[in-house]
């Protein structure tokens, strides 16, 4: 029998087994993520591109508008910078720059690392959970993330990651399928350079199957029909994306959401493009004209060093065509603003029907 109340909810003390993922790069505001807290799901702010000093105010931000719990999500990895190709990819991006009028593109970069601070402050703040991406925590800092009584989630993309995860003692795993946007968390691209492409349905019971903690399932889950199928399937609870990317409180650009609500199942694809680990987003002009290009990104996180101009002027100019449009591939029924309550609300009454 599926029942709503699984024992994730009482393992995260939330009302409904609704996460909301955490998106870094500014779609995750402390609004939004205090809003899906209190709305009874699991808000969760997208931090690995803060300074530890904006990450500070999001953190206490996010505690004066609820005392509910909350995540906070973090790159487990931080590789070192290569810029030995600089030349070559500013070259294939000129098009771009002409585009949108950048005359002297930067010559020097420097990606920043903030890695340990962020889950150091995470502690210092007591944080009640940690999520990771593209790895685990490093044995030390799950060995401290322990002793602050910190639950720990980790985002997977096989089996294989789940089953090493859970060994490293996560306390719960996200099963992310290949419909989700934006980075999904591989460990590893080295025998998938495009990350693995297993769909969510495939995923997530060869996951419980292998594994004895916690499932959440994880791309292009939208409403209470893909909650009721996760839980079949034998995940507890669902992390939701893209349709809060869209929601009132995020902090996505306009420009952005409306791209997501124009869009439709066929619209995305998976790109390096813009920063060098393959995302799924929604096809624009900058992904045309580098991909046509055929010049290979820089490794991340250097390639999205090195964009982040781009990115910035299109987002000030609200140009879609030159933005990173992370979205999944359930978006034909997303078409307007929604108060992020609202969404969990409906996908909570949606189930219940379901059920």
Partial sequence: MITLNTDICRLLEIEFPIIQAGMAGGPTTPQLVAQVSEAGGLGTLGAAYLTPEKLRAEILSIREQTDKPFAVNLFADNPQDDFSRLTEVQEALRPAYAELSIEQPGSSFQSPDYGEEQFRLCLELDVPIISTAFGCLSPEQMKAAKGHGVLVITMATTVAEAIEAQAAGVDAIVAQGSEAG???????????????????????????????????????IVDGRGL???????????????????AKESGAHAAYKQAIFDSNEESTVVTKSFSGRPARGINNRFIELFESAGTKALPFPSHNTVTKEIRGVATKTGNPEFMSLWAGQATRKLIREERAADIVDLMMKQAQALV
């Fill in 182 to 220: 934006g980075h999904r968390g591989s460990f590893s691209y080295e025998q998938h350079p495009m990350g693995a492409q297993v769909g969510l349905m495939a995923l997530v019971p060869q996951m419980v199957d292998e594994i004895t903690i916690p499932v959440i399932a994880a791309g292009g």
């Fill in 228 to 246: 009721v199928a996760s839980l079949a399937l034998g995940a507890q609870a669902v992390q939701v994306g893209t349709r809060f990317v869209g």
